[in-house]
């Protein structure tokens, strides 16, 4: 038994019989090479090598699917939980999978298609546009954003954040138009390698990965209509079991905020597209009960060993929503 009480009221948690019948999964989007100095935040290759480590002391890691058949089958072991990884960034193959590899560990990727093979979503449109420019300030007044500094690291993050707010909840092709506003005032080329290909997906899933589908082109479905959503969700699958030459069973809702980014409807689509499980960004773990397609996912983003594990076990607390 851990030594001070906060340690033990972990181990308690994290032991409890309840919690043999509870999956925790965990969300993460990239793991960069280098710290960004723009996002000091943002998972680096060191920094999930740190995070792998305290994971794999606390919990039993499985694929997604293995620990939720497990799950169905009441056979799933105390600690459980699984990793996953959204959207289908390159650094996912070049600095994720190894580290999880050289831990023996494996994750499931979820992959708006749409974006493979040299695209750009548009938030890293915004984010490359504001880093890359030359420009001391951008006019962006369409957006009602007049002037923003972006000469210091301060301001471009500050800038971002603006254009961010502004953007994210608008219709899917006024968003696509207010970012190719932000690039072209700020001047830039963007990277075309942001995005894994398609080789490199097929290179991800035959290195041990599971590869989930995450639609075509990422919109949120509440701000998109029926038909748009049915087949943002069906071709985003489809292209995946063409790519890969085998069945897809996992889903993730973009964004995922049940409510606010998807909705019954979207739920039963999923289930109708023939997927087997779908996760969401809720708090939460799925226990015996859970709805199969809202499963929560949660990770904590703590930089000492002791207080991640104690949020993972707060959230083993939680009760789900659904």
């Avoid at 600095?95 to 990727?109: C, D, I, Q, V, Y």
């Amino acid at each position: 038994m851990p030594g001070n009480s906060l340690e033990r009221l972990i181990f308690t948690v994290l032991t409890r019989p309840r919690s043999a019948r509870a999956l925790s999964v965990l969300i993460f989007h990239r793991v960069l090479t280098t710290p960004d100095p723009l996002f000091p935040g943002e998972v680096d290759s060191e920094r999930f090598d740190e995070l792998l480590d305290w994971i794999g002391g606390a919990f039993n890691v499985m694929p997604l699917s293995t620990g939720l058949d497990a799950l169905k089958a009441g056979t799933l072991p105390t600690r459980a939980a699984a990793i996953t990884f959204d959207d289908g960034y390159a650094d996912n193959l070049t600095n994720a999978a190894p580290l999880l590899k050289a831990h023996g560990m494996s994750a499931t990727f979820f992959i708006a298609t749409g974006f493979l093979d040299g695209g750009i979503m548009f938030n890293d449109m915004i984010i490359e546009s504001v880093r890359r420019t030359p420009h001391e300030a951008l006019s962006l007044e369409a957006l009602g954003l007049a002037h923003l500094p972006v000469n210091t690291t301060e301001d471009k993050r500050r800038a971002i954040d603006a254009i961010l707010d502004k953007v994210k909840f608008l219709p899917q092709a006024q968003r696509a138009e207010a970012a190719a506003l932000v690039r072209d005032r700020a001047s830039v080329e963007l990277p075309t390698d942001l995005m894994l290909t398609s080789t490199e997906l097929i290179r991800l899933r035959d290195c041990g990965m599971e590869i989930g589908a995450h639609t075509m082109t990422h919109p949120i479905l509440t701000r998109v209509s029926a038909a748009v959503a049915k087949a943002e969700i069906e071709d985003g699958r489809d292209r995946l079991e063409e790519l890969l030459e085998q069945r897809i069973r996992v889903f993730a809702y973009p964004n995922g905020k049940r409510g606010r980014d998807y909705g019954d409807e979207h739920v039963k689509m999923v289930r109708d597209a023939g997927f087997d499980f779908a996760v969401s960004t809720d708090w939460g773990v799925a226990r015996q009960g859970s709805d199969l397609f809202q499963l929560p996912r949660f990770t904590p983003w703590d930089r000492s060993r002791l207080r991640f594990n104690a949020r993972l076990a707060k959230n083993m607390l939680q009760a789900n929503k659904v």
